[in-house]
C-alpha cells in the first residue's frame, strides 16, 4: 500500500509541474517498432506500427484517436511456425507531465476494437487455418516526448495489451480465451500544433 501512495505522489508532483499556461494543444504520432510476448508459451514476436491523433487539454490531459496493426510469428509446432497477428483502432486517454519543458513523459490508456487473425490448427492438429476474432483490447501506456524544436518531436512508448489478440480454448473450441499480454515498444516522429 505504501508503495501505492508513493506512486501516487510521483504522479501527483509531475502533474503538478504542468502548466495551465500553454492552452490546447494538438498532437499527431507515427510509430513503429516491434511486439513481444513473454507471458506465453507461443513466444511470438514481430513488428508493428501505430498512428496516433490527439488534442489536450492546457492541463496536460489528452484524448485521440489511434490505430495501431501488428504482425508476429512465434513456436513452431508440427512443422508449422504460429502467426498472431492484429489490427484496433480505439480511443487513447493520455496524461502528459511537464509539458512546457524539451522532454515530457506521459501515461495513457487505450481502448480499442481489435480485430485478430492468428493462424490456428484444425481439430485433428495438422491443417494450419485463419481464424476471425473480434473483441475488445485495452492497453496501459508509457511514453516520452523529445522536441527537437516548437512543433516537431520523437516519440518513445511502451504498452502492455491485453485480448488483441484471441485464441481457441483446446477443451472448448467454441469458447474464445484472451491471450497473454503483449509489450510492444515503439517510436518515431510526433508533431504538436
Known amino acids: 500500500m505504501r508503495h501505492v501512495a508513493s506512486l501516487g505522489g510521483l504522479v501527483v508532483a509531475l502533474w503538478a509541474g504542468t ?88 501515461v495513457g490508456l487505450r481502448v480499442a476494437q481489435s480485430r485478430s487473425t492468428p493462424l490456428t490448427f484444425d481439430d485433428l492438429g495438422s491443417v494450419p487455418r485463419r481464424m476471425l476474432h473480434d473483441g475488445l483490447s485495452t492497453a496501459v501506456r508509457l511514453g516520452l516526448d523529445t522536441w527537437l524544436g516548437e512543433h516537431l518531436g520523437i516519440t518513445a512508448s511502451t504498452a502492455w495489451q491485453w485480448c488483441d489478440v484471441r485464441v481457441d480454448s483446446s477443451e472448448s473450441p467454441s469458447l474464445d480465451a484472451c491471450a497473454k499480454p503483449l509489450h510492444s515498444i515503439l517510436i518515431g516522429p510526433t508533431v504538436r500544433f
Open 19 to 106: 502548466s495551465a499556461a500553454g492552452g490546447w494543444r494538438g498532437y499527431a504520432a507515427a510509430s513503429t517498432g516491434f511486439v513481444l510476448d513473454h507471458t506465453s508459451g507461443v513466444r511470438a514476436m514481430g513488428g508493428a506500427v501505430q498512428v496516433y491523433v490527439g488534442a489536450e487539454t492546457p492541463f496536460g490531459l489528452s484524448l485521440g484517436v489511434v490505430g495501431e496493426g501488428a504482425e508476429t510469428w512465434g513456436a513452431t509446432i508440427q512443422g508449422q511456425q504460429l502467426q498472431l497477428d492484429y489490427r484496433s483502432l480505439g480511443l487513447e486517454l493520455r496524461l502528459r507531465f511537464l509539458r512546457d519543458g524539451g522532454v515530457n513523459p506521459w
